[in-house]
Nanobody, 120 residues
Framework: QVQLVESGGGLVQPGGSLRLSCAASGNIFSINAMGWYRQAPGKQRELVAG???????NYPDSVKGRFAISRDNAKNTVYLQMNSLKPEDTAVYYC??????????????WGQGTQVTVSS
């Protein structure tokens, strides 16, 4: 079993910044792709940033140039730096990890979510 623990959410004014962290622990041989998703009330969960094991990244147009995803493989941790935040960025943010276990079984895990609220 693997646990993903997120931190760093909170309340920020428009134009402000936040940095989210997500640490994975447990039965891990390697972590493949990782990502951050968000879900606003009444909306579907959407990808906001993805990063491969080789640190290639991808972003939707809505956050490109404002958000940056990175990872520390030694710490099994993924980060999301969010700048120039807008009220429409308000949502619960979830991290996601594609994990290969020591047994070589591979599956995907989700964090519990962290609230990000952008408001004056």
């Amino acid at each position: 079993q693997v646990q993903l623990v997120e931190s760093g959410g909170g309340l920020v004014q428009p134009g402000g910044s936040l940095r989210l962290s997500c640490a994975a622990s447990g039965n891990i041989f390697s972590i493949n792709a990782m990502g951050w998703y968000r879900q606003a009330p009444g909306k579907q969960r959407e990808l906001v940033a993805g990063i491969t094991s080789g640190s290639s990244t991808n972003y939707p147009d809505s956050v490109k140039g404002r958000f940056a995803i990175s990872r520390d493989n030694a710490k099994n941790t993924v980060y999301l730096q969010m700048n120039s935040l807008k009220p429409e960025d308000t949502a619960v943010y979830y991290c996601n990890a594609d994990v290969t276990h020591i047994s070589r079984y591979r599956t995907t895990y989700w964090g519990q979510g962290t609230q990000v609220t952008v408001s004056s």
